[in-house]
């Protein structure tokens, strides 16, 4: 039994995430997108996977780099998952990392420099995984922010939260 792509959709609204960027370079092609599919696999060795949609554009950057960021947004960032979403107020001819400082570690990519967290990835599988492909990296660093109360931004239900703690 197949179930209604709608049906699926209408579920998953329900279940809480939070939500990060996702970014890739390649010479002077870069790329960012929004990505709530994003988990830890492992801690050792450290993998992390994220799920990308078949067509975008950071996956042909991936594939050519063999590298990637995951940059996970803080609660005060719904804006920078606006832009990465490409839905922000953003210029024409600007692309998505508009106003949006970076810096990179290892690999050479982009990473959001006001995310509460980062990781920095070498592409160790990619899987196909319906109207996606399941990015798994594996993390040659990381950081976060040093305010230990920096809380996550929260994506359910078709909108933005906050913790309540």
């Known amino acids: 039994m197949t179930i209604d792509a709608e049906i699926m959709r209408h579920t998953m609204r329900l279940w809480a995430t939070g939500v990060t960027v996702v970014t890739a370079a390649d010479g002077e092609r870069r790329h960012g997108l929004t990505v709530s599919s994003f988990t830890s696999v492992s801690v050792e060795p450290a993998l992390i996977l994220v799920c990308l949609h078949k067509g975008v554009e950071a996956l042909d950057i991936i594939d050519a780099s063999g590298a990637f960021a995951v940059s996970l947004l803080g609660e005060d960032q719904a804006n920078l998952s606006s832009q990465f979403a490409g839905i922000g107020d953003v210029p024409e001819d600007a692309d998505r990392f508009h106003d949006v400082a970076i810096t990179t570690a290892e690999t050479g990519a982009p990473i959001l420099a006001d995310a509460i967290a980062w990781m920095d ?37 078709r909108g933005y939260r906050r913790l309540k703690l």
């Open 121 to 157: 990835c070498k592409v160790h599988a990619v899987h196909d995984g319906g109207t996606n492909m399941i990015v798994v990296g594996e993390v040659v660093a990381t950081g976060r922010k040093a305010d230990a109360e920096a809380l996550p931004l929260i994506y359910f239900n």
